[in-house]
């Protein structure tokens, strides 16, 4: 019955995602990322936690041109993905920004559009963002998008 639910779920999805959009004779698919792993549109739907759609510029700050038509982001083991944008306090995108778990490792660095991409974090984690002539940002993963603001020391 699960596996009944998802499959609605992810037809009614893309149904309005291209209902939105102009026919046009030459139309990708959106990427599909479990756990951050790109897959074919074939995969399974039994143990899926989360499904997100990420359309628009959003989806192309995080992965390129390639994600015109979108991004589904699934996660299937109680994580979640976790993407967002680093910026200063007049909205400016701040590019090579470090994002670090809790054990001081580095996960990613922000991209030239200030954005970052975590396959797979579990809510209620802390992570770091940290950048040279800024003040050090802790958060607590609650969501699957966040913006994260830095202040100059």
């Not at 019955?1 to 990708?28: E, G, N, W, Y």
């Not at 975590?118 to 998008?145: A, M």
């Amino acid at each position: 019955m699960k596996s009944l639910h998802f499959t609605v779920l992810i037809l009614f999805i893309a149904t309005c995602a291209f209902s939105q959009r102009p026919d046009s004779a030459k139309t990708t698919k959106p990427i599909v990322l479990l756990n951050g792993i790109p897959v074919t549109d074939s995969v399974s739907l039994n143990k899926f936690d989360r499904i997100d759609f990420i359309q628009g510029k959003k989806a192309i700050d995080l992965l390129g041109a390639k994600a015109a038509s979108g991004i589904y982001i699934i996660s299937g083991d109680g994580k979640i993905p976790v993407y967002g944008e680093v910026v200063d306090r007049k909205g400016k995108k701040i590019k090579n920004a470090e994002v670090i778990n809790s054990h001081g490792t580095v996960l990613t660095l922000t991209n030239d559009c200030g954005s970052f991409f975590l396959p797979s974090l579990g809510i209620g984690e802390e992570v770091v963002i940290r950048k040279k002539r800024f003040v050090e940002k802790r958060f607590v993963i609650q969501q699957t998008h966040h913006v994260i603001t830095l202040n100059k020391n």
